[in-house]
């Protein structure tokens, strides 16, 4: 299947799925407490990526918990392209291929073809038609036929291993969502200011403050994720 030409990782790293059993034992920052709140309650997140990488700040969200409400805060805030981060086997069973088998992007960002709900949307684009879409794609029994290409919404396939293999905000999502004990699936979409330029720096502070949102680093993660990876290896010795 076309789906296959998506390069195998450079990075082999264990699922944040691995991880979950230890937020019962092991200590939990209090900044990434806050955003795995969220998630599960549904509200945004900022996620920035580290300064020398795109330099970037992403409102994530869970799939799972995603509202119309919250949709239209990605629209009205952000760059408008939604894009749905999904794990490699989620973009498998969906039989979603690459949107060019030749990845040329400078982070190797891995879009697949944009997607649609096959029913139960009109124009596809509103607020509303994006979270119906979001939640046809995610459902536990979706098949292929369940969507349709293209569309206005725009899948990401997360690389297995989460931050640990990629430093990416679609990365970094899927493993928030996990943490966060729901299905490994999320919406991003990038902040912008208002007049067309990408949210930076202290701006990013101020939206944050603004709208109540927890902030957090991939950088952050990664060290949490790798705290935990630590933490199995030792509860592994004394087996």
Do not use: W, Y
């Not at 019962?24 to 990434?32: F, G, H, L, S, Y």
């Not at 046809?136 to 569309?151: E, L």
């Amino acid at each position: 299947m076309s789906f296959a030409t998506f390069p195998a990782p450079s990075v082999i790293a264990d699922s944040a799925s691995l991880d979950l059993p230890l937020l019962a034992t092991e200590p939990v920052p209090p900044r990434i407490a806050a955003a795995l709140q969220a998630m599960r309650d549904g509200r945004a997140v900022v996620l920035q990526d580290d300064h020398d990488r795109e330099n970037e700040a992403d409102l994530i969200v869970s799939a799972e918990r995603l509202s119309v409400e919250t949709m239209a805060l990605l629209i009205r805030e952000c760059s408008g392209i939604v894009c749905l981060c999904l794990p490699d086997e989620k973009i498998r069973a969906l039989e979603l291929p690459p949107m060019s088998v030749n990845n040329e992007s400078r982070h190797g960002t891995a879009f697949t073809v944009s997607i649609e709900a096959r029913d139960g949307v009109t124009t596809g684009v509103s607020a509303l038609d994006r979270v119906t879409t979001i939640r046809a794609a995610i459902n536990d029994t979706a098949k292929p036929a369940d969507i349709v290409r293209p569309g206005h919404v725009f899948p990401l396939r997360a690389q297995p291993g989460g931050v640990l293999a990629r430093r990416g905000h679609t990365e970094g999502t899927v493993d928030l969502a996990i943490l966060a004990g729901l299905k490994p699936a999320g919406v991003l979409c990038e902040l912008m200011n208002a007049d067309g330029t990408m949210t930076r720096g202290a701006d990013v502070e101020r939206f944050a403050q603004q709208h109540n949102l927890p902030m957090l680093t991939i950088a952050e993660l990664v060290e949490f994720r790798q705290a935990l990876a630590t933490a199995r290896e030792l509860v592994a010795d004394e087996v």
